[in-house]
Antibody, heavy 120, light 107 residues
Framework: QVQLVQSGAEVKKPGSSVKVSCKASGGTLVSYAISWVRQAPGQGLEWMGGFIPIFGSAKYAQRFQGRVTIVADESTDTAYMELSSLRFEDTAFYYC?????????????WGQGTLVTVSS | EIVMTQSPVTLSVSPGERATLSCRASQSISSNVAWYQQKPGQAPRLLIYGASTRATGVPARFSGSGSGAEFTLTITSLRSEDFAVYYCQQYNDWPPLTFGGGTRVEI
């Protein structure tokens, strides 16, 4: 089973941006749909958006539209999620998850999660 | 947006007992639902997709059923490692994919 490895924890100031990476080990990543899911402390799972290879672009949840950018780099088989205009309430674990081809459906492989802390 | 509602929020059971978790969609989603297990400090783990197909390596004591808007995850003969939070997720209509709020299975 493919393993997804994410970049390390980040501490950011309000108003700044954060970029989290996700790379596959033991398999491929960017030929599949890739979702980004966040989880605030003690809360549930929330889908932010996903890269859809059949479109060659991402689709986003409306509440993050305009603040989140999800891309996939085929040359390095790495996916990225950038969240801008950070607020205190963006403090959360951010997970990448591999869906199926060609659409995001269920997610069998997950990254270990990246904790993003927004603090002044 | 399809809203997924899970019940109960917390389920108290004893090892060896059966646990039945429910998930309701705000509209019909055919069989396009997955179930995940999440333990503290860990990423979610896929248990079930297509409402009833077990993922690779998932023990047979986990089973899923339902179609349309009502779904059930059943765990027979609970073991200590099964105490966790369980989420349902629909993938019938997106964006967005949506998750239920979770059910915590505790002793």
């Amino acid at each position: 089973q493919v393993q997804l490895v994410q970049s390390g924890a980040e501490v950011k100031k309000p108003g700044s941006s954060v970029k989290v990476s996700c790379k596959a080990s033991g398999g491929t990543l960017v030929s599949y749909a890739i979702s980004w899911v966040r989880q605030a402390p003690g809360q549930g799972l929330e889908w932010m958006g996903g890269f859809i290879p059949i479109f060659g672009s991402a689709k986003y949840a409306q509440r993050f539209q305009g603040r989140v950018t999800i891309v996939a780099d085929e040359s390095t088989d790495t996916a990225y999620m950038e969240l801008s205009s950070l607020r205190f309430e963006d403090t959360a674990f951010y997970y990448c998850a591999r869906g199926q081809f060609p659409y995001p459906t269920w997610h069998e492989s997950w990254g270990q999660g990246t904790l993003v802390t927004v603090s002044s | 947006e399809i809203v997924m509602t899970q019940s109960p929020v917390t389920l108290s059971v004893s090892p060896g007992e059966r646990a039945t978790l429910s998930c309701r969609a705000s509209q019909s989603i055919s069989s396009n639902v997955a179930w995940y297990q999440q333990k503290p400090g860990q990423a979610p783990r896929l248990l079930i997709y297509g409402a009833s197909t077990r993922a690779t390596g998932v023990p047979a004591r986990f089973s899923g059923s339902g179609s349309g808007a009502e779904f059930t995850l059943t765990i027979t003969s609970l073991r200590s490692e099964d105490f966790a939070v369980y989420y349902c997720q629909q993938y019938n209509d997106w964006p967005p994919l949506t998750f239920g709020g979770g059910t915590r299975v505790e002793i």
